[in-house]
């Protein structure tokens, strides 16, 4: 007779299936939609890729703020190529998280009910024209440190989607940048409101890359899946070390007191980010989430004849294909 002890024994023994998914990721290769995949693999990845997908399209708002107001025609027409951008990185990332079995209108129906997360950096104001400056070289900067180590996560369609995001991440980084920089060789004005947007985006920018390792509950799974390949304060260290040299060449000042290079250590140390702030903003009560989950509800709402319009025009389509093929075998 099976003892208790010998049943948990056949029930911890990998499957084949389970044993090929941990192959495949001990290999450095990518797992497909149609493969095998452990249930929390999967929730995993729906959470995380549906929650970027989300960042990016709450994300075109305190930037949408600016276009009618950009300083000149070139300013706009950059601005609004950014925006169009992320508009389009949230359209593949939704696709990529409906190969794991979930659907956009499920997605959506979660970011506008409130129930979905998308990143906290999104719920801060964009005042000045400086703001477009400070979100392009830090929000899109840390992106590009956050991001460029997802082109080799584990699952297949998230790492294709991150490859093609990271290419325009740059470009949006660099706009930035040249935003600040420009105004910095401006007038004392130009250069007080470059300075003001980079004290108000630089701390929520760190807090981009999640809290702190000891209270991050899904890193150390996501690592060994590797769909994350470093830690979040690892990250957020990378990111400060390339602010560093840049802010130099701008002339603008980090407004961290505390930050200074560590010889012992070779990296910057660093002031404590106010985490408290982070998880208020994480519930709901940052200063513009109301504002920015009502913008997308209404856009939402407003935009219902076109997913209507659409889905008709595929079904007439699709039925004027069935009965052409059909005519065509009959003739
Ligand atoms: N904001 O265990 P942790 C962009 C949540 S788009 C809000 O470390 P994980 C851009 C986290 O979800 C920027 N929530 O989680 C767009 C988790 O909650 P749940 C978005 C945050 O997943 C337009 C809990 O806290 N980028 O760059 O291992 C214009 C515990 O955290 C945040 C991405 O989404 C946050 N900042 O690591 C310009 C990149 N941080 O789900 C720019 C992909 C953490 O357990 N995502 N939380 O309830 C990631 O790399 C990871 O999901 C994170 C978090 C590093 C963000």
Known sequence: MTSPADLSLVHDAPSD????????????????????????????????????????IIGMQPEGNWITRAPSLKRKAILMAKVQDEAGHGLYLYSAAQTLGTTREEMMRQLIDGKAKYSSIFNYPTPTWADMGAIGWLVDGAAIVNQVPLCRASYGPYARAMVRICKEESFHQRQGFEILLTLMQGTDEQREMAQDAVNRWYWPSLAMFGPPDDQSPNSAQSMKWKIK?????????????????????LGITLPDPDLKWNDETQQYDMGEIDWDEFFEVLKGNGPCNAERLERRRTAHEEGAWVREAAAEYARVSSRSARSATGSGMAS
């Open 229 to 249: 390949r470093f830690s979040n304060d690892d990250l957020r260290q990378r990111f400060v070390g390339m602010l560093v040299p840049q802010a130099e060449i």
């Open 17 to 56: 299936e389970e044993h090929s998914f941990d192959e495949l990721v001990a290999n450095e290769q990518r797992i497909e939609p149609r493969d095998w995949m452990p249930d929390a693999y999967r929730k995993t990845l729906i959470r995380q890729i549906s929650q970027h997908a989300h960042s990016e």
